[in-house]
């Protein structure tokens, strides 16, 4: 580039600043300004009402003054936030103001625009010019989209065409260009290269000056109900979401905040891992949490669901166990949508037959038997829905308690009561007749002048006895009291025996058959049958019967509903079951779905396909509905180590490397547990002295990461951390971790401790040695201390590098 060229940019750069300093210095006495006067509003805020009820028009005249003043505050308020995000965001550019320019010459018009884009808009003091535009205007998307050339943008008003002449990245920091480049290509490779060739961080990182074309259309999309993203790992889609959620809530400012967004991360970890972007982009986060999460809530009280990663672990460690084939068998039947199916059949033979109620006991009796609520509840019209007749049912309850409860004040146990009852509870009722006492006397008083006045004598004489009131009043609190519980437990369905109806699926072939309508039965349904009931006597829930469990529950209580949220984003889409995406729907019915997720990573049994052409998400809301985006670009690893993880899958063909080159994956094998322990902290230190930070051995399970953890620590890994998933945030180091917690992260270096045909053998284990060798951004190790696992052996040779010796030193 010309130094034309720098001399002019950094002369613009330099205008802007000051502006933006100006404008800074102009906001700052204002903001302090305003917070002061907020908060002496507040402070004054009763001062300036003075409480008159003293007739109708004082009450009045106060009433209004309160509001006004309310109104004033609010007024201020909303004034101070809205400086104070200017303030804000001007800060912000400062030390960057912008990172992309394009030239922009509209049809028609003579003149070419100078668009300058950063992470949010700046208005000249004319407030027409935007010396910087934010990166989600519309005009700005042609710089994530085009090369220079021809170029068009869409707006509400329609789209605009024309040419676009130049297209300029640049970095600049602390104010100053220091890097800037013309770019022939979208978004040309060399921003990208520099900034995929730094290493791992421990909280992830905005996107927003390389944003890709096809991550721009995932970003931007807002047409469908339905977004789903099937992307190879690596290929942004996390970072792609994320930057949608601060594109929606700047398109959508006027409507939609952040806590009505929500996604679902696969683990707590991963939800530190990623809450620093939306801050650093400028907008609030949008709400995070766990499916599990969700499940604990509705169910913990009662149940105790097993989570996704015992679950795992598991199918991982417990093979040639008794009953593991049934195991797994069921855990893949009861996370298709055939079960899904049957429990819809379920719920309409339940309208008439086989409901399972509690018997409503009080005091060790029953007050009322489930043989009775049966029959009361079969008694209410059949044509209404389940959970409409058990509201019904609900009710009767109530009025029925209330009946008992008159009947109980008489029960000897009250008397035994009363004789008990302390001071205080005297005290307390003594005090209620006395007011009591007092309307009566008012009362009384009211009664005889109106017998003086109409001259007519009244038929009652009042008598207010104090003592029998104040028995029956201790009476009606005891009783009350007691059936405080029993009311509570009622409305909140507990008279429903929902263990009992799920239970009841489980019995033998001939009922569940007959209860579903015919359903599918898996072979070994006996086996998967006996461990279910097993589960439910002992109070758990197998996890793959959490989500069908809760629906059933839901079937009979009514649907919960969450109106507030207006879009929900799923991140590793692949490991939830249609199940959990059909509950999700009900759940949040006012929201828009956007699902990301990579097949080639669904390492739990539950998974589902986020792309075929049957798959159940497009089912979900419709093909019409419903837009697919693919995304096989990766960027994560270098060259090499995608070259080398695509093969490992059976469709990897079609994934596509960024050009950004390193070493070859390292294969290791060594001699016996000691040797391997010793080499790997040789080669940690090794790559350590070459200023990698951020390094994991990865196991398969975490009973092997808690194993090599200790054999690591006593061959001098002292600092080494364990991952565990109870670990709540991602911090930078070196660390052991399992798979299936290393989703969704990355690493500058990844060790593989056993890629041997014992750890990685099984066709279900290919993807999670898939999804661990993709963690790696700049280094990838792999040992082993005998045969290398199949999915490695089939590589062809030319894709890593051997060890051939190994002295414990750095190679
Ligand atoms: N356009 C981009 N510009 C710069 N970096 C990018 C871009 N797209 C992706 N990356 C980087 O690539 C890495 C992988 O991105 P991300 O974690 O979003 O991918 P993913 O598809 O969610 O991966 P996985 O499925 O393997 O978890 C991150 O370091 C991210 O910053």
Same mark, same amino acid.
């Given at each position: 580039?010309?130094?034309?060229?720098?001399?002019?940019?950094?002369?613009?750069?330099?205008?802007?600043?000051?502006?933006?300093?100006?404008?800074?210095?102009?906001?700052?006495?204002?903001?302090?300004?305003?917070?002061?006067?907020?908060?002496?509003?507040?402070?004054?805020?009763?001062?300036?009402?003075?409480?008159?009820?003293?007739?109708?028009?004082?009450?009045?005249?106060?009433?209004?003054?309160?509001?006004?003043?309310?109104?004033?505050?609010?007024?201020?308020?909303?004034?101070?936030?809205?400086?104070?995000?200017?303030?804000?965001?001007?800060?912000?550019?400062?030390?960057?103001?912008?990172?992309?320019?394009?030239?922009?010459?509209?049809?028609?018009?003579?003149?070419?625009?100078?668009?300058?884009?950063?992470?949010?808009?700046?208005?000249?003091?004319?407030?027409?010019?935007?010396?910087?535009?934010?990166?989600?205007?519309?005009?700005?998307?042609?710089?994530?989209?085009?090369?220079?050339?021809?170029?068009?943008?869409?707006?509400?008003?329609?789209?605009?065409?024309?040419?676009?002449?130049?297209?300029?990245?640049?970095?600049?920091?602390?104010?100053?260009?220091?890097?800037?480049?013309? /770019?022939?290509?979208?978004?040309?490779?060399?921003?990208?290269?520099?900034?995929?060739?730094?290493?791992?961080?421990?909280?992830?990182?905005?996107?927003?000056?390389?944003?890709?074309?096809?991550?721009?259309?995932?970003?931007?999309?807002?047409?469908?109900?339905?977004?789903?993203?099937?992307?190879?790992?690596?290929?942004?889609?996390?970072?792609?979401?994320?930057?949608?959620?601060?594109?929606?809530?700047?398109?959508?400012?006027?409507?939609?905040?952040?806590?009505?967004?929500?996604?679902?991360?696969?683990?707590?970890?991963? /939800?530190? &891992?990623?809450?620093?972007?939306?801050?650093?982009?400028?907008?609030?986060?949008?709400?995070?949490?766990?499916?599990?999460?969700?499940?604990?809530?509705?169910?913990?009280?009662?149940?105790?669901?097993?989570?996704?990663?015992?679950?795992?672990?598991?199918?991982?460690?417990?093979?040639?166990?008794?009953?593991?084939?049934?195991?797994?068998?069921?855990?893949? &039947?009861?996370?298709?949508?055939?079960?899904?199916?049957?429990?819809?059949?379920?719920?309409?033979?339940?309208?008439?037959?086989?409901?399972?109620?509690?018997?409503?006991?009080?005091?060790?009796?029953?007050?009322?038997?489930?043989?009775?609520?049966?029959?009361?509840?079969?008694?209410?019209?059949?044509?209404?829905?389940?959970?409409?007749?058990?509201?019904?049912?609900?009710? *009767?309850?109530?009025?029925?308690?209330?009946?008992?409860?008159?009947?109980?004040?008489?029960?000897? *146990?009250?008397?035994?009561?009363?004789?008990?009852?302390?001071?205080?509870?005297?005290?307390?009722?003594?005090?209620?007749?006395?007011?009591?006492?007092?309307?009566?006397?008012?009362?009384?008083?009211?009664?005889?002048?109106?017998?003086?006045?109409?001259?007519?004598?009244?038929?009652?004489?009042?008598?207010?006895?104090?003592?029998?009131?104040?028995?029956?009043?201790?009476?009606?609190?005891?009783?009350?009291?007691?059936?405080?519980?029993?009311?509570?437990?009622?409305?909140?369905?507990?008279?429903?025996?929902?263990?009992?109806?799920?239970?009841?699926?489980?019995?033998?072939?001939?009922?569940?058959?007959?209860?579903?309508?015919?359903?599918?039965?898996?072979?070994? *349904?006996?086996?998967?049958?006996?461990?279910?009931?097993?589960?439910?006597?002992?109070?758990?829930?197998?996890?793959?019967?959490?989500?069908?469990?809760?629906?059933?529950?839901?079937?009979?209580?009514?649907?919960?509903?969450?109106?507030?949220?207006?879009?929900?984003?799923?991140?590793?889409?692949?490991?939830?079951?249609?199940?959990?995406?059909?509950?999700?729907?009900?759940?949040?019915?006012?929201?828009?779905?956007?699902?990301?997720?990579?097949?080639?990573?669904?390492?739990?049994?539950?998974?589902?396909?986020?792309?075929?052409?049957?798959?159940?998400?497009?089912?979900?809301?419709?093909?019409?509905?419903?837009?697919?985006?693919?995304?096989?670009?990766?960027?994560?690893?270098?060259?090499?180590?995608?070259?080398?993880?695509?093969?490992?899958?059976?469709?990897?063909?079609?994934?596509?490397?960024?050009?950004?080159?390193?070493?070859?994956?390292?294969?290791?094998?060594?001699?016996?547990?000691?040797?391997?322990?010793?080499?790997?902290?040789?080669?940690?230190?090794?790559?350590?002295?070459?200023?990698?930070?951020?390094?994991?051995?990865?196991?398969?399970?975490?009973?092997?990461?808690?194993?090599?953890?200790?054999?690591?620590?006593?061959?001098?890994?002292?600092?080494?951390?364990?991952?565990?998933?109870?670990?709540?945030?991602?911090?930078?180091?070196?660390?052991?971790?399992?798979?299936?917690?290393?989703?969704?992260?990355?690493?500058?270096?990844?060790?593989? &401790?056993?890629?041997?045909?014992?750890?990685?053998?099984?066709?279900?284990?290919?993807?999670?040695? &898939?999804?661990?060798?993709?963690?790696?951004?700049?280094?990838?190790?792999?040992?082993?201390?005998?045969?290398?696992?199949?999915?490695?052996?089939?590589?062809?040779?030319?894709?890593?590098?051997?060890?051939?010796?190994?002295?414990?030193?750095?190679?």
């Amino acid at each position: 580039m010309e130094a034309k060229d720098w001399r002019q940019e950094q002369e613009r750069l330099e205008k802007v600043k000051s502006k933006l300093q100006a404008r800074i210095a102009e906001l700052e006495p204002g903001i302090a300004g305003l917070r002061d006067q907020a908060a002496d509003i507040r402070k004054r805020f009763w001062e300036e009402v003075s409480i008159n009820t003293g007739t109708y028009e004082d009450f009045e005249e106060t009433f209004y003054t309160i509001n006004q003043q309310s109104a004033i505050l609010a007024e201020r308020e909303r004034g101070h936030k809205l400086q104070m995000q200017q303030w804000k965001s001007m800060n912000r550019l400062l030390p960057s103001p912008y990172f992309g320019r394009i030239d922009f010459q509209e049809d028609g018009l003579d003149l070419s625009e100078q668009i300058y884009i950063g992470v949010s808009s700046f208005v000249d003091d004319d407030g027409l010019s935007f010396l910087i535009y934010d990166w989600r205007t519309p005009i700005a998307s042609m710089y994530y989209d085009y090369s220079p050339g021809r170029a068009s943008y869409v707006t509400p008003t329609g789209t605009f065409e024309g040419t676009m002449e130049l297209k300029r990245q640049f970095q600049i920091q602390n104010g100053q260009i220091h890097n800037m480049f013309d /770019a022939s290509e979208t978004i040309g490779d060399e921003l990208l290269q520099q900034v995929l060739g730094k290493g791992a961080d421990s909280q992830m990182k905005s996107i927003v000056a390389t944003i890709q074309r096809e991550q721009n259309a995932i970003i931007r999309n807002d047409k469908s109900r339905m977004l789903i993203v099937q992307g190879a790992a690596g290929s942004g889609k996390t970072s792609a979401a994320l930057q949608r959620v601060a594109y929606l809530l700047y398109k959508h400012r006027q409507t939609i905040r952040a806590d009505q967004i929500v996604l679902f991360s696969p683990n707590p970890m991963f /939800a530190s &891992y990623i809450s620093t972007v939306l801050p650093e982009l400028g907008e609030e986060n949008m709400q995070q949490t766990t499916f599990q999460e969700y499940l604990d809530y509705w169910l913990g009280s009662s149940l105790r669901p097993e989570d996704p990663f015992d679950q795992i672990e598991y199918v991982l460690t417990a093979q040639g166990a008794p009953g593991y084939e049934a195991r797994l068998q069921g855990m893949g &039947y009861k996370a298709s949508e055939a079960f899904l199916q049957a429990l819809q059949s379920y719920g309409i033979w339940l309208g008439r037959e086989g409901m399972r109620f509690n018997d409503i006991r009080f005091r060790d009796r029953d007050l009322i038997a489930a043989e009775r609520l049966r029959e009361i509840f079969y008694g209410f019209d059949r044509s209404l829905p389940l959970s409409n007749r058990v509201v019904l049912l609900q009710e *009767w309850l109530l009025n029925e308690l209330a009946s008992l409860e008159r009947i109980e004040r008489d029960a000897a *146990w009250v008397q035994e009561e009363l004789n008990y009852l302390d001071a205080e509870q005297y005290a307390e009722i003594f005090g209620m007749l006395h007011k009591e006492k007092e309307v009566f006397d008012l009362a009384e008083q009211f009664a005889a002048v109106r017998e003086k006045i109409s001259n007519k004598r009244r038929g009652d004489e009042g008598d207010f006895d104090f003592a029998l009131k104040e028995e029956d009043l201790l009476r009606q609190r005891i009783v009350k009291e007691s059936f405080k519980p029993l009311r509570k437990s009622v409305k909140k369905f507990s008279f429903v025996d929902v263990k009992g109806i799920y239970g009841q699926l489980f019995v033998d072939e001939a009922a569940y058959r007959e209860r579903t309508n015919g359903a599918f039965i898996p072979p070994l *349904w006996p086996e998967i049958c006996r461990q279910t009931k097993e589960t439910l006597l002992r109070n758990e829930l197998f996890h793959e019967d959490a989500t069908p469990y809760l629906y059933v529950k839901e079937l009979i209580e009514g649907v919960r509903t969450n109106t507030e949220i207006r879009y929900v984003f799923v991140d590793e889409g692949q490991d939830y079951s249609p199940f959990q995406y059909e509950y999700l729907k009900k759940l949040f019915p006012r929201a828009r779905m956007t699902v990301l997720g990579d097949f080639g990573q669904a390492i739990f049994m539950q998974a589902t396909s986020l792309d075929a052409p049957d798959s159940p998400l497009v089912r979900l809301f419709g093909e019409a509905e419903t837009s697919l985006i693919r995304l096989v670009r990766s960027y994560r690893s270098t060259k090499e180590i995608v070259e080398f993880t695509k093969s490992m899958l059976p469709d990897g063909e079609k994934i596509v490397p960024f050009e950004r080159g390193g070493r070859k994956p390292l294969l290791t094998r060594v001699d016996g547990g000691e040797r391997r322990d010793a080499q790997i902290m040789a080669d940690i230190a090794a790559l350590m002295a070459e200023g990698f930070d951020s390094i994991a051995v990865i196991t398969k399970t975490a009973a092997e990461s808690r194993e090599v953890h200790e054999a690591l620590r006593s061959h001098g890994g002292e600092a080494l951390r364990l991952v565990t998933k109870e670990t709540l945030n991602f911090e930078k180091g070196v660390m052991v971790i399992p798979v299936y917690l290393a989703k969704g992260v990355e690493f500058d270096a990844v060790f593989v &401790y056993d890629a041997s045909p014992e750890a990685y053998g099984r066709e279900n284990e290919r993807k999670l040695l &898939y999804t661990a060798c993709t963690r790696a951004m700049h280094r990838l190790h792999l040992y082993t201390t005998g045969d290398w696992s199949p999915f490695v052996q089939v590589l062809p040779a030319n894709l890593y590098e051997k060890a051939t010796f190994h002295p414990y030193t750095a190679r």
